[in-house]
T-cell receptor, first 112, second 113 residues
Framework: QKEVEQNSGPLSVPEGAIASLNCTYSDRGSQSFFWYRQYSGKSPELIMSIYSNGDKEDGRFTAQLNKASQYVSLLIRDSQPSDSATYLCAVNEGGGGFKTIFGAGTRLFVKA | DGGITQSPKYLFRKEGQNVTLSCEQNLNHDAMYWYRQDPGQGLRLIYYSQIVNDFQKGDIAEGYSVSREKKESFPLTVTSAQKNPTAFYLC????????????FGPGTRLTVT
């Protein structure tokens, strides 16, 4: 069973701090990795995708990928109360599969 | 505006009735997906389709059916055989299956009593 694991949280950080969200995955053949943000009662919104080892930055968000350790992370700098949401890690199915496997998500609270 | 639409936003049905959830996209994406999300849980794949007139079962297809007669449309029918149909249903699309990001519609919240 291919799995994506995330700490369910909640992760609570003060406004202006760095929030660090982590994800591990079991399928060594996975090639594409995604972070989605989901506000309560809403649908997931794509915020980052990463395909190669290392860091990828987009504004206040940085995704980090380490395929050897099967580890993906998302850093949110200068956290704002509006960042309070559930963050879903998603990983494509390797070996020619056609599915994307989603983690259960980490709830983030940013305190003003 | 390009995007994915789902209707209705909220749906209430009596147990034993079939119900069809609509999903339309104008992004010209080849692949479309249906997921179910229960409170505090991740997304579970119901069905997916890579091209018109072709679709595959996901991890929890029992009690559901789909069709893909047009590239833009991928409706989901929740049948009376689905034992616990109350959930948040999400439709998504992607330029290609698996390797690329998926974009989600706003979702349909189905309540069956």
């Amino acid at each position: 069973q291919k799995e994506v694991e995330q700490n369910s949280g909640p992760l609570s950080v003060p406004e202006g701090a760095i929030a660090s969200l982590n994800c591990t995955y079991s399928d060594r053949g996975s090639q594409s990795f995604f972070w989605y943000r989901q506000y309560s009662g809403k649908s997931p919104e794509l915020i980052m995708s990463i395909y190669s080892n290392g860091d990828k930055e987009d504004g206040r968000f940085t995704a980090q990928l380490n395929k050897a350790s099967q580890y993906v992370s998302l850093l949110i700098r200068d956290s704002q109360p509006s960042d309070s949401a559930t963050y879903l890690c998603a990983v494509n199915e390797g070996g020619g599969g056609f599915k994307t496997i989603f983690g259960a998500g980490t709830r983030l609270f940013v305190k003003a | 505006d390009g995007g994915i639409t789902q209707s209705p936003k909220y749906l209430f049905r009596k147990e034993g009735q079939n119900v069809t959830l609509s999903c339309e996209q104008n992004l010209n994406h080849d692949a479309m997906y249906w997921y179910r999300q229960d409170p505090g849980q991740g997304l579970r794949l119901i069905y997916y389709s890579q091209i018109v007139n072709d679709f595959q079962k996901g991890d929890i297809a029992e009690g559901y059916s789909v069709s893909r007669e047009k590239k833009e449309s991928f409706p989901l029918t929740v049948t009376s055989a689905q034992k616990n149909p109350t959930a948040f249903y999400l439709c998504a699309s992607s330029p290609f299956t698996g390797w690329r990001e998926q974009y989600f519609g706003p979702g349909t919240r189905l309540t069956v009593t």
